[in-house]
């Protein structure tokens, strides 16, 4: 509302409210809003992904474990001062570790042949430094909003994004997996770092 006072109170000051007619009036107060308004709007950059990936790491009764993958997609966009309309897609079956037997079990209880991606999103996050972000993480096709602490480190155009998601498996509705006809069984807790490097 005080840009369209500030406007009327400016074609006023120039004697346009008096001698345009209405038609003529709309019209300047559009092309004038737009060249106000345009390069806000415009000011959105989608950021061009680098490289991405992630390691899963959890416990079990015989050691901890770790699966990790490159195999990953990030989306969001530059405006203003925030990373905005952030996605972050993991294809499940890209994260492996050193056994394949836990892999298969993994898969197993994530139910990739039904839900073949692990999905994170948010509606932004700083363009730089530190900050506790909430997103929507989908496991399974269960959906849970999640904290996760995050660091972005901008240089020049390029920017790192860091951030480490403590859940638990449970949560998604996950059992965990256990191997050896059930005698090694792994913890319910597990940690997930994300690296991203992007570009504008």
Do not use: C
Not at 118 to 136: E, H, Q, R, V, Y
Not at 175 to 198: C, E, L
């Amino acid at each position: 509302m005080p840009v369209f006072v500030m406007l009327y109170q400016k074609f006023k000051q120039l004697n346009f409210i008096k001698k345009m007619n209405t038609t003529k009036k709309l019209t300047s107060i559009v092309l004038v809003l737009g060249t106000m308004l345009f390069p806000q709007l415009s000011y959105a950059q989608k950021l061009i992904q680098k490289s991405a990936s992630i390691k899963i790491t959890g416990t079990s009764t015989l050691h901890d474990w770790t699966m990790s993958s490159a195999q990953s997609t990030f989306t969001g966009n530059i405006a203003g001062r925030a990373i905005t309309d952030v996605k972050f897609v993991l294809k499940a079956e890209s994260l492996k570790s050193k056994e394949k037997a836990m892999d298969k079990n993994a898969y197993k209880a994530l139910q990739t042949s039904k839900y073949s991606d692990l999905i994170f999103t948010t509606a932004s996050i700083p363009i730089a430094g530190t900050a506790s972000i909430t997103g929507n993480l989908t496991i399974s096709n269960v959906t849970k909003a999640i904290k996760i602490p995050v660091t972005v480190t901008k240089t020049g155009e390029t920017y790192i994004i860091k951030g480490i998601a403590k859940i638990k498996m449970s949560t998604f509705g996950v059992k965990a997996p256990s191997f050896m006809m059930g005698t090694i069984k792994t913890g319910d807790d597990i940690s997930i770092d994300i690296n991203i490097n992007a570009i504008n």
